[in-house]
């Protein structure tokens, strides 16, 4: 019987200790976000650049949100292209030119992507590749981005990616 009761308590211990660790790790509003490393291309021409390549899912009343930015007082540009799981091009957005010393954001909205979702939700499962251009004396690791995944009426964030080039 005193056997019964210990291994008894041992289970319901071991149970405990699995559902709080469980609620840690699905608690996901205080973690830092995930951070993505990208692969800088070495071309010899005049100026140097980087890709970032980032997969998720974009639901019916959301768009994505991608911003780069660097700390260094230079100029570059950037562009992002939306792909679907066949590596189709859904959207391709334009140069967007930054000038020394700022940033940019765009915005995607998911009714811009001509894609059908999954059954029961709609959500669109989409690869972004983020394409920086930058003067040869500048390193991708000088640049840092973001995506987010917003709500297009509260602009809500429900996903963040922070990612480096």
Known sequence: MKNKTLRSRCVIGLILVALIAGGFQL??????????????????GLSSGALAVL????????????????????PYRWFFTV?????EVLFR??????????WRFADVSREALNIAGEP????????????IEFLRSVKASDFIGSMEVLDENTTASSTYLRFTF
Request: charge should be positive.
């Open 27 to 44: 608690g996901t509003s205080w973690r830092q976000p995930d951070t993505v490393r990208a692969q800088a291309d070495e071309d010899k």
């Open 55 to 74: 997969l998720c899912a974009i639901g019916p009343g959301q768009k994505m949100r991608l911003t780069v930015g660097t700390a260094r007082a230079t």
């Open 83 to 87: 792909h679907n799981t066949s590596n």
């Open 93 to 102: 957005s334009e140069r967007i030119e930054v000038p020394a010393g700022e």
């Open 120 to 131: 029961g939700t709609n959500r669109a499962q989409v690869m972004v590749r983020v394409n």
